[in-house]
């Protein structure tokens, strides 16, 4: 299958810092990214989609102005968290979309904010 | 009304025999596709099968096997031989409109345990 790599894997920051997280589809063109967010034994929530060169498509009740999508190219997302608090803290997973059907998901980051 | 309903949040299973994870759904758009995915305590999402709304056959793959029953809106993830890797949690997913890409509906996940 193909694959999607997020980096880092693992980040503690200090509240009120900025975070970003990389999502990166290594052997195939991803012209939609999603990011889901995923709190401790709970299901996948989507946060965001976002479309290679345009805008993120928010979903209601995520703060676009906190969390900064950008999609610059067909193999790279970026997520950032900006002045991060504690309630923060989450599991991020991203995924990228090739082809008909097929939604590839990274390994997941994990945000610690202290 | 939830997308996705996973009604089972753990199951036990002993290791060699088969388990079935239910997942119902509500649709009503007529071109759907159904995913089942496992997630190990490592996080990562790993694909497991998928079933098209018009596939005429359950979906198999290897050890995995989706009981699908369009009228009753389920798609059970049956899976043969359990190991002891098995044990994670697996999550049941929709997409509508398979072509559009549309969002993914997520349930909230089955906890499976193999025993020895």
């Known amino acids: 299958g193909a694959v999607v790599s997020q980096h880092p894997s693992w980040v503690i920051c200090k509240s009120g810092t900025s975070v970003k997280i990389e999502c990166r589809s290594l052997d195939f063109q991803a012209t939609t990214m999603f990011w889901y967010r995923q709190f401790p034994k709970q299901s996948l929530m989507l946060m965001a989609t976002?479309?290679?060169?345009?805008?993120?498509?928010?979903e209601q009740g995520v703060e676009k102005d906190k969390f900064l999508i950008n999609h610059a190219s067909l193999t790279l997302s970026t997520l950032t968290v900006t002045s991060a608090h504690p309630e923060d803290s989450s599991f991020y997973i991203c995924s990228g979309k090739r082809e008909y059907n097929e939604q590839y998901f990274g390994p997941g980051t994990r945000l610690t904010v202290t | 009304a939830q997308k996705i309903t996973q009604t089972q949040p753990g199951m036990f299973v002993q290791e060699k025999e088969a388990v079935t994870l239910d997942c119902t759904y509500d649709?009503?758009?007529?071109?759907?596709?159904l995913f089942w995915y496992k997630q190990p305590s490592s996080g990562e999402m790993i694909f497991l099968i998928y079933q098209g709304s018009y596939d005429q056959q359950n979906a198999t793959e290897g050890r995995y096997s989706l009981n699908f029953q369009k009228a009753r809106k389920s798609a059970n993830l049956v899976i043969s031989a359990s190991q002891l890797g098995d044990s994670a949690m697996y999550f049941c997913?929709?997409?509508?409109?398979?072509?559009?890409?549309?969002?993914?509906?997520f349930g909230t996940g089955t906890s499976l345990t193999v025993i020895p």
């Open positions: 976002s479309n290679e060169g345009s805008k993120a498509t928010y």
């Open positions: 649709t009503s758009d007529p071109s759907y596709g």
């Open positions: 997913a929709m997409r509508e409109s398979p072509n559009t890409g549309n969002q993914f509906y």
